[in-house]
Structure formats: structure tokens, C-alpha cells
């Protein structure tokens, strides 16, 4: 589990195709502590697993599931990626809980001032788009962000100046790809309510089925 709030900006210094999905190699440094082989780290929104620590970095590997869901099918060497390590109970919970299962790809249409900040307009992939509510939270490359306007298959974003320096967001611009993962709460209410539409009760832990 993660919180939308970016730890570190890391660099892809190696991608390479391997067992049907891209083996990575990031270099990147955390005030926070070495990494641990085995732990979870989100790579501009999606979850995955530290495979093996470096001396300034570590390596992971994207399955073929996470490249067909996320921009890193289109991951490069000398590309910037946010990074967050998974947030420790007990600790700050800073942005919204974010669950690093990305739901679909968007893509900015839109980038302007808006004082010392930036409104960025979006395309939300159709996954997205129900749970979407103004105020309410979504993860951009794995940043958590307050819907400023939801208007159709498009949403805003303001983007503070401390977000634009501490991501990789400054650098999108119209056209670029980015990963979106709606509120987890948003998209378990949305799943309740088809299950009710479609006749299904949720059952609460411990009650049994009708017959």
C-alpha cells in the first residue's frame, strides 16, 4: 500500500526484455533507508518488487500483465520515474491510500499556468472515468492529486510547485502517456453497487449464502 506522495525521482539506466516482461535497473538513492530484496516499491504508479539491491539503485521486473496496463511497455533507458516505498503502519498517511494496481493508461491534453502552479488537463482511460468526483483523489504516475473538474472523459489537475519539482510531472506535456489509478475507496463502492444492480448481495465475514 502507498500514499501518492513521491519519496525520490529515480533514472532507468537499463531495460531489457526478459521471460515475457522488461527486467529493470533504476538508480536512485532514499533518505529513508537501503532497500530490502522482497519489498514493494511503486515505479510512477504500478506496484513491484525489489528483486536485487545495487550500489546505487536496485533491479525489478514488470510482467507481461503490468506492460499491458501501464506506460512501462514503453520504458527507455535515461527515462525518470517516481518512486515510493510502501508506506509503514503507524506512519503519515499524506495523500490517499493508492494500491499501485494501475487501471488504465490517460494521456495530457492540456498544460497551463495557473499562478506558480500548473492545470493539467487529462483523458481518462474508460476504466477510470466512472470513478472519477471533483475533490475526490486519483494517482497520476503514482502522485496522489485532487480532482479540480471532471467534465466527460477529461479531468484537471492543479499541480503545486512542490509537486512539479519533486516528480516527473513538470516534464509532461500534451500528448505524453501517464499511468492512472482511480481512489481505491471510489473503485470498491463502484464494484458494490454493480454487484447490487446485477442481484448479488456482498456478504459480510461470516454469514452463508441463502440456499
Do not use: W
Given at each position: ?20 516482461g ?5 538508480r ?33 521486473y ?16 535515461g ?26 493508461v ?13 492545470r ?12 472519477l ?9 503514482g ?12 479531468f ?9 519539482w ?33 442481484g448479488?448481495e456482498?456478504?459480510?465475514p ?6
Open positions: 500500500m502507498f500514499t501518492g506522495i513521491i519519496e525520490t525521482v529515480g533514472t532507468l539506466t537499463d531495460v531489457r526484455a526478459e521471460r515475457g522488461l527486467r529493470l535497473v533504476i536512485a538513492s532514499f533518505a529513508s533507508g537501503p532497500l530490502t530484496p522482497g519489498e514493494s516499491i511503486a515505479v510512477s504508479g504500478p506496484c513491484l518488487t525489489v528483486e536485487r539491491v545495487l550500489p546505487d539503485g536496485f533491479e525489478t514488470a510482467s507481461s500483465e503490468t506492460l499491458a496496463r501501464t506506460t512501462l511497455a514503453r520504458a527507455r533507458a527515462r525518470t520515474v517516481n518512486l515510493e516505498r510502501a508506506v509503514q503502519a503507524g506512519g503519515r498517511l499524506g495523500g490517499h491510500l493508492v494500491s499501485g494496481h494501475v487501471d488504465g490517460g494521456r495530457v491534453r492540456r498544460v497551463a499556468p495557473d499562478g506558480e502552479a500548473r493539467m488537463v487529462l483523458l481518462a482511460p474508460a476504466e477510470v472515468r466512472p470513478l468526483a471533483v475533490k475526490g483523489s486519483v494517482a497520476v504516475d502522485v496522489s492529486l485532487t480532482l479540480a473538474e471532471v467534465r466527460g472523459a477529461e484537471s489537475v492543479v499541480l503545486v510547485p512542490h509537486t512539479l519533486a516528480t516527473t510531472l513538470l516534464a509532461l506535456r500534451p500528448g505524453d502517456e501517464v499511468n492512472v489509478e482511480a481512489d481505491l475507496i471510489a473503485r470498491y463502492v463502484a464494484a458494490t453497487l454493480r454487484g447490487r444492480a446485477a448479488v456482498s456478504l459480510l461470516g454469514e452463508v449464502e441463502p440456499e
